[in-house]
């Protein structure tokens, strides 16, 4: 394990559904990242949060709604997606936003299927 | 902007023989560079960084990656490919300016290796 562990590892969901995925570090960083892995495409920044408030938020649809309650925990809520939204979604953190140059830790990711 | 460029989507080679992953950057600044490695199913684990320190940079599992700033490169390099070395490889580069900290992807070559 990498010290980022995200939950549940796999998803299959309904459009009308509502669920969410959890990612967890105790690496006491204090950036952490949601990212989408789809088939083909580049990884794809979805969300930074830097001491637990959002920093970044490139353009996701407002289907997909984070929360970071505290720096060791980070959310993604789900509701009402659509099948193109099936993808891998991966966590990272790290020491903090500045400091991206020493790289990132990721979790395994969570396999989302919409059906 | 910063942005990176894998020149190949699949490699093969037979084990034992030498591995040469390509990668090429564009940045307005010094850049800072990244090989991740993403077995499947899992997440995404560091395999070497370059931050402006030695141009040869060495990582796990005995890859290596050189930084040659005349070619804009940071080729991943092995002498002899294992078995386990199959898997999919990410050059990143960290970005500047308004979204300082993040880190680029490549699209991912994907290395397979053949008894």
């Known amino acids: 394990e990498t010290g980022v562990t995200q939950t549940p590892r796999h998803l299959v969901m309904g459009m009308t559904n509502k669920k969410s995925l959890k990612c967890e570090q105790h690496l006491g960083h204090n950036a952490m990242y949601w990212y989408k892995q789809s088939a083909k495409k580049p990884l794809e920044l979805m969300f930074v949060?830097?001491?637990?408030?959002?920093?970044e938020n490139n353009s996701v649809p407002s289907r997909f709604s984070p929360e970071c309650p505290n720096s060791s925990h980070l959310f993604l809520h789900l509701h009402t997606l659509q099948p193109e939204d099936s993808a891998l979604y991966l966590c990272?953190?790290?020491?903090?936003?500045?400091?991206?140059?020493?790289?990132?830790?990721f979790g395994s990711g969570t396999r989302l299927t919409v059906v | 902007a910063q942005s990176v460029t894998q020149l190949d989507s699949h490699v093969s080679v037979s084990e034992g023989t030498p591995v040469l992953l390509r990668c090429n950057y564009s940045?307005?600044?010094?850049?800072?560079l990244f090989w991740y490695v993403q077995h499947p199913n899992k997440g995404l684990q560091l395999l070497l960084k370059y931050t402006s320190a030695a141009t040869l940079v060495k990582g796990i599992n005995g890859f290596e990656a050189e930084f040659k700033k005349s070619e804009t490169s940071f080729h991943l390099t092995k002498p002899s490919a294992h078995m386990s070395d199959a898997a999919e490889y990410f050059c990143v580069v960290r970005a500047y300016g308004g979204s300082q900290g993040n880190l680029i992807f490549g699209k991912g070559t994907k290395l397979s290796v053949k008894p």
């Open positions: 940045s307005s600044y010094s850049p800072s």
């Open positions: 949060y830097s001491l637990e408030e959002r920093v």
């Open positions: 990272a953190s790290s020491q903090d936003r500045a400091q991206g140059a020493v790289g990132y830790t």
